[in-house]
C-alpha cells in the first residue's frame, strides 16, 4: 500500500502526494504520459499545488478542494498513485514464478 502522507523521497516536496503529483503532471506535460480527455481526468485540472514558507511543494488538500466545490479526485488520485514509488522492474519471465510475474506487473 501507499500512503501519500509518507514523506517524499526528496526534500522538495511535503509529502508523497506532493511529489507523485509533480511527477505525474511533468509526464504529462512532456508527452510522456497523454491522456484522453474525460470527465474523469478533468478532476485533474482542479488540483492546485503551492511552495510553503519551507520551500516544500505542496498539492491542495481534500478538504481545501471541498470548501472551494472540487469533487474529490479519485481517478486523479489513482493515477498519481502510479507515480509514487516509481522504479523500473526487469521482467525475464523464463526466470521467474507465476506469483513473481504477478506481483511485478502489478506494481510496475
Same mark, same amino acid.
Given at each position: =500500500?501507499? /500512503?501519500?502522507? &509518507?514523506?517524499?523521497?526528496?526534500? #522538495?516536496? +511535503? /509529502?508523497?502526494? *506532493?511529489?507523485?503529483?509533480?511527477?505525474? =503532471? &511533468?509526464?504529462?506535460?512532456? /508527452?510522456?504520459?497523454?491522456?484522453?480527455?474525460? &470527465?474523469?481526468?478533468? #478532476? +485533474?485540472?482542479?488540483?492546485?499545488?503551492?511552495?510553503?514558507?519551507?520551500?516544500?511543494?505542496?498539492?491542495?488538500?481534500?478538504?481545501?478542494?471541498?470548501?472551494?466545490?472540487?469533487?474529490?479526485?479519485?481517478? !486523479?488520485? !489513482?493515477? !498519481?498513485?502510479?507515480? *509514487?514509488?516509481?522504479?523500473?522492474?526487469?521482467?525475464?519471465?523464463?526466470?521467474?514464478?507465476? &506469483?513473481?510475474?504477478?506481483? !511485478?506487473?502489478?506494481?510496475?
Amino acid at each position: =500500500g501507499v /500512503n501519500f502522507g &509518507e514523506k517524499a523521497e526528496t526534500d #522538495e516536496y +511535503l /509529502n508523497l502526494r *506532493a511529489q507523485s503529483y509533480l511527477l505525474l =503532471g &511533468e509526464n504529462i506535460k512532456t /508527452n510522456k504520459l497523454k491522456l484522453v480527455r474525460d &470527465e474523469n481526468w478533468d #478532476e +485533474l485540472l482542479g488540483i492546485r499545488w503551492k511552495p510553503q514558507s519551507d520551500k516544500k511543494i505542496k498539492i491542495m488538500s481534500k478538504e481545501d478542494m471541498a470548501k472551494r466545490g472540487i469533487v474529490s479526485p479519485d481517478c !486523479a488520485d !489513482a493515477l !498519481a498513485l502510479t507515480y *509514487a514509488r516509481p522504479r523500473r522492474i526487469d521482467l525475464s519471465p523464463s526466470e521467474m514464478s507465476n &506469483e513473481e510475474i504477478s506481483n !511485478a506487473i502489478s506494481v510496475y
